[in-house]
């Protein structure tokens, strides 16, 4: 079975609030909620692919000192098994804006149930709710 390595952030505002994004229609898991980040190329880190792709996708800048590892999602999909590392960030440059017009919502800890997420995202959501 393939092994996909996929990064993801909490992204932390001032108030304890987290940004989850609505996959676009098209792609597989359409609809669902997830935690920014994406698929890390072979020639990098789940860090620098993180901070590449809160740049292509929020059009926001990190560097990987704000970057700190949290927790962990393994799951296997039909066609795969997906290893994905959950950072957590409180400090970036810019302001939070789509770049590829996904929806964006800032959501308490408590809410996140309220929000359909894929099932490698769920298991995540009591560890941020008991760290935040």
């Not at 999909?77 to 590829?100: N, S, T």
Request: charged share 25%; proline share 11%; net charge negative.
């Amino acid at each position: 079975m393939k092994l996909l390595l996929v990064t993801a952030v909490a992204l932390i505002d001032a108030d304890g609030r987290v940004l989850l994004a609505q996959r676009p229609e098209g792609k597989s898991l359409a609809g669902l909620w997830e935690f920014p980040g994406g698929k890390v190329e072979p020639t990098e880190t789940p860090e620098a692919a993180l901070i590449r792709e809160l740049r292509e996708e929020l059009g926001i800048d990190t560097f990987a000192s704000c970057l700190a590892p949290l927790t962990f999602a393994s799951h296997t999909y039909p066609d795969f098994h997906l290893l994905m590392p959950l950072f957590a960030c409180r400090k970036w440059q810019g302001i939070v804006h789509p770049q590829e017009g996904q929806r964006l919502a800032w959501v308490r800890p408590t809410e996140m149930r309220n929000y359909p997420m894929p099932p490698a995202d769920e298991p995540l959501i009591p560890i941020l709710r008991d760290w935040l």
